[in-house]
């Protein structure tokens, strides 16, 4: 049995990357989930996948206009979203 076939793609994705490239990235690339690395402390820190994008989206539509939601997310990178989850 092999963790990841011939065929798998396999991406990692920096926390200092925008939320809005992050997943434009993974629909490019057909993933559902990825990988996060944190080069401040260089590991391996978590997962990111359309649940995420979906939950952010979320978030942001209940505090901002409906043409603001993807400039929001543009705002953001994954770790300031991260540390913004924690904290709520």
Known sequence: YEMVPDSGKVIVLDTQLRIKTAFHALY????????????????????IS???FIDAINKIRVSRAKSQIFEELDAHTIATWRARKATQ
């Open 28 to 47: 490019e690339q057909g993933i559902p989930a990825a990988p996060l690395w944190d080069s401040v402390r260089r590991q391996i820190c978590g997962m």
């Open 50 to 52: 359309a649940s995420d």
